[in-house]
């Protein structure tokens, strides 16, 4: 059974940093991502990793934001200058194997996300 659980969330100034982990068990697929949803917005995908290690970031965090996987079971979201707009519950996700190899969009396995509040 895949679980992730997410941590490092909380409410800052804009311009500090916070480094978000999602920590996961039964998991044997490359493919994870960061996500963010704001209230009465949809999610997004604010980073992500494909099967080859292509990392993929939203425009609007480009430079600031930066995604990593450690050699066990830890995904890291290093924010750094946060921004108001920045505001949201951020979730990690992954792909199972099938769907990662395969190319498939959709992920298959969620956390229930931290908190992440930036004020101006």
């Known amino acids: 059974q895949v679980q992730l659980v997410e941590s490092g969330g909380g409410s800052v100034q804009a311009g500090d940093s916070l480094r978000l982990s999602c920590a996961f068990s039964g998991h044997f697929s490359k493919c994870m991502g960061w996500f963010r949803q704001a209230p009465g917005k949809e999610r997004e995908t604010v980073a992500s990793i494909e099967n080859d290690g292509t990392i993929n970031y939203a425009d609007s965090v480009k430079g600031r934001f930066a995604i990593s996987l450690d050699s066990v079971n830890t995904l890291y979201l290093q924010m750094n200058s946060l921004k108001p707009e920045d505001t949201g519950m951020y979730y990690c996700?992954?792909?199972?194997?099938?769907?990662?190899?395969?190319?498939?969009?959709?992920?298959?396995?969620w956390g229930r996300g931290t908190q992440v509040t930036v004020s101006s």
């Open positions: 996700a992954t792909k199972g194997r099938i769907h990662c190899t395969t190319g498939v969009t959709n992920f298959d396995y």
